[in-house]
């Protein structure tokens, strides 16, 4: 069973920035993967996505230039670095794995989802 579990996750004022991992549980495949937020009352967003070689990478055009998806196949991790936060990028983070759909932004293209580390920005 795969496993996905997020930490890294706090509260920062507008203009700091967090570096939020990603560890999961499988070995010998490597899937392509995306980290996504969901503010309240909101829909799932794709935020970004890296390829299972980490040589494509996504981004959604709201954190284009600000957010860095990366990955570490040697340790298992999954990363996404955020900076220059703004309030409105207030959400539960996940991290997602095992693309199987062709958009790279929807969630229902994934079937593996971890339980979230929650994001706030105060401005």
């Known amino acids: 069973q795969v496993q996905l579990v997020e930490s890294g996750g706090g509260s920062v004022q507008a203009g700091g920035s967090l570096r939020l991992s990603c560890a999961w549980s499988?070995?010998?495949?490597?899937?392509?993967m995306g980290w996504f937020r969901q503010a309240p009352g909101k829909e799932r967003e794709g935020v970004a996505a890296?390829?299972?070689?980490?040589?494509?990478?996504y981004y959604a055009d709201s954190v284009k230039g600000r957010f860095t998806i990366s990955r570490d196949n040697t340790k298992n991790t999954l990363y996404l670095e955020l900076n220059s936060l703004k309030p409105e990028d207030t959400s539960m983070y996940y991290c997602?794995?095992?693309?199987?759909?062709?958009?790279?932004?929807?969630?229902?293209?994934?079937?593996?989802w971890g339980q979230g580390t929650q994001v706030t920005v105060s401005s």
């Open positions: 499988y070995s010998g495949i490597t899937y392509s």
């Open positions: 890296i390829s299972s070689g980490s040589s494509t990478t």
């Open positions: 997602a794995a095992f693309k199987t759909g062709a958009s790279w932004s929807a969630p229902s293209s994934y079937k593996y």
